[in-house]
T-cell receptor
Framework: GAVVSQHPSWVICKSGTSVKIECRSL??????MFWYRQFPKQSLMLMAT?????????EQGVEKDKFLINHASLTLSTLTVTSAHPEDSSFYIC??????????????FGQGTRLTVV | SQQGEEDPQALSIQEGENATMNCSYK?????LQWYRQNSGRGLVHLIL?????REKHSGRLRVTLDTSKKSSSLLITASRAADTASYFC???????????????FGQGTILTVHP
């Protein structure tokens, strides 16, 4: 299957700093990428939909100024957690859909990023 | 919001036994997908079943879909210790626009298979 690479796999940062997480589709073009957040032993919560060349669409309750999303190319989306606080500590996962694939196919997921804010 | 409800929340079985997990959803869907997640890792796609399909097989996996009841089940036959993981169902909406391709995940079932 297609490969989505997410980097870094884990990061520890100090409160008040910003952290950037990258999501790359390695062997296909992704017009749309999705960013999820997952707390321990819980399900994935969609945060935002990243659209190449346009603004991201955020889910209700997700602060767009807190979680900055940039989708500058068909293979790369980034999520920046700004002014991170301990409550932002979580597992962040991205997924991407193949632009060339038929509609409503499987989504390919990155390996996730474990963010710990101290 | 998460529309999928899965049961059981946790399932513990012995190797060789079958494991059945159920998922219910609330809105109309285009398809329903099952994913597996090992602890602290990303998701691995297992199987996709479209709304006009009732049953699908892939190796030791069997998925059923009942759109009238808005429910699906995942059966893993002859389970192995390596099947230990969390399993999530996810629905893809029929809606277009910004909902296109968006997945809504269930709460997941934690499966433990004892050797």
């Amino acid at each position: 299957g297609a490969v989505v690479s997410q980097h870094p796999s884990w990061v520890i940062c100090k409160s008040g700093t910003s952290v950037k997480i990258e999501c790359r589709s390695l062997d296909f073009q992704a017009t749309t990428m999705f960013w999820y957040r997952q707390f321990p032993k819980q399900s994935l919560m969609l945060m935002a939909t990243s659209n190449e060349g346009s603004k991201a669409t955020y889910e209700q309750g997700v602060e767009k100024d807190k979680f900055l999303i940039n989708h500058a190319s068909l293979t790369l989306s980034t999520l920046t957690v700004t002014s991170a606080h301990p409550e932002d500590s979580s597992f962040y996962i991205c997924s991407a859909r193949d632009r060339g694939g038929p509609g409503f196919t499987e989504a390919f997921f990155g390996q996730g990023t474990r963010l710990t804010v101290v | 919001s998460q529309q999928g409800e899965e049961d059981p929340q946790a399932l513990s079985i012995q190797e060789g036994e079958n494991a059945t997990m159920n998922c219910s959803y609330k809105t109309s869907i285009n398809n329903l997908q099952w994913y597996r997640q090992n602890s602290g890792r990303g998701l691995v796609h297992l199987i996709l079943i479209r709304s006009n399909e009732r049953e699908k097989h892939s190796g030791r996996l069997r998925v059923t879909l009942d759109t009238s009841k808005k429910s699906s089940s995942l059966l893993i036959t002859a389970s192995r210790a390596a099947d230990t993981a969390s399993y999530f169902c996810a629905t893809a909406s029929r809606a277009g626009g910004t909902s296109y391709g968006k997945l809504t995940f269930g709460q997941g079932t934690i499966l433990t298979v004892h050797p």
